[in-house]
């Protein structure tokens, strides 16, 4: 069922409640920061015309700040929202007796760089980072990945507050400064390069979103399609694993893991994928999902909220493995 590295977890541990989280309604300090982000996506998207990428020096400062911040962040501490990040600001919230900080772009200062979410959990063996870094052009996946944060117990939500085809066009591919899943200059990537850093092991997870017209998908009738971000070596067996404990979570939805049951949209070139390809005790989990998948997370709490438990499942993985190989 998995492989050796993986200690086994039988499917009927994704009920809910298995990993110890209360699954239950969302509170009305969750709804305040969760109405933050989405105003700040909206307000953004209606207007920012042009997407201008950040200097290296302004990457740089972002990075000094934010190093010693997360790294205190991760292990428990009590730290104090850090200073000097030119055009952010900082919303603080203990919800149930767990802290938060959102940072985010001033009202005054809307110019994409991204909405980031952070919960300080008991220390683990490992994180759980969710990243939906095409909400708009990918439909559904920012509401969705939201609401999977607080359904679940993912220590950083990093959600994009720029269109990806608002920055200016980069090469032959059409990749843009505003594309956070294929480009890294911008805070997005190293928010994610900061939380790498901080964490010991952890599993990153990408939502995305794709049309169900797609010739090669539509064969198969695929709802989701899992990918390691590659469909060769242990990444591509992580892939496989991951996408049959989605397979369990996920009733009702055709699931299929990349180079198996799906042969596109393995997230291949995606900047965060190659990146932890070579942190081995990091893993990253790629999710397209159709219209028909999106639609039903957004309306099925029951179907969002276990696949909440199964990507913490994942994660928990994730930290086992890693915890067995030193």
């Excluded at 802290?99 to 200062?109: C, M, R, S, T, V």
């Excluded at 990749?175 to 480009?183: I, L, N, T, Y």
């Excluded at 198969?220 to 049959?244: I, K, L, M, N, P």
């Amino acid at each position: 069922m998995f492989s050796s590295r993986w200690v086994v977890v039988p499917a009927v541990a994704l009920v809910l409640g298995s990993l110890g989280m209360n699954y239950g309604e969302a509170a009305a300090d969750e709804k305040s920061l969760t109405r933050q982000i989405h105003r700040l996506r909206t307000e953004t998207l209606r207007h920012l015309k042009m997407y201008l990428p950040p200097k290296d020096e302004e990457l740089a400062a972002a990075r000094k700040i934010l190093k010693p911040w997360l790294a205190a962040w991760a292990r428990g501490g009590r730290v104090p929202t850090p200073q000097g990040f030119d055009g952010m600001a900082w919303t603080r919230e203990t919800i149930d007796g767990r802290d938060y900080a959102l940072l985010h772009e001033k009202d005054n200062n809307l110019e994409g760089r991204g909405a980031y979410l952070f919960r300080r959990n008991t220390p683990r063996p490992s994180a759980l980072v969710l990243m939906a870094p095409h909400s708009f052009f990918d439909q559904g996946t920012g509401r969705i990945a939201v609401k999977v944060f607080w359904e679940g117990r993912a220590d950083a939500l990093l959600v994009n507050t720029a269109h990806r085809y608002t920055g200016a066009r980069k090469d032959k591919v059409d990749v843009r400064g505003s594309d956070f899943a294929h480009d890294d200059q911008n805070y997005y990537f190293v928010v994610y390069e900061e939380l790498i850093d901080a964490y010991p092991s952890g599993l990153v997870v990408q939502l995305h979103g794709f049309d169900g017209g797609l010739k090669k998908e539509k064969r198969g009738g695929t709802d989701v399609v899992v990918s390691g971000g590659t469909s060769r070596g242990t990444h591509g067996e992580f892939g496989r694993e991951a996408a049959q404990i989605l397979t369990d979570a996920l009733p009702g939805l055709k699931v299929h893991a990349y180079g198996d049951g799906a042969k596109t949209l393995g997230g291949v070139h995606n900047v965060h994928g190659k990146d932890l390809r070579d942190k081995p005790n990091w893993s990253f989990l790629h999710l397209e999902m159709n219209e028909n998948a999106r639609h039903r997370l957004r309306q099925d709490d029951d179907l969002r909220k276990r696949l909440a438990a199964a990507l913490d499942l994942i994660a928990k993985g994730v930290g086992d493995r890693t915890a067995k190989t030193k």
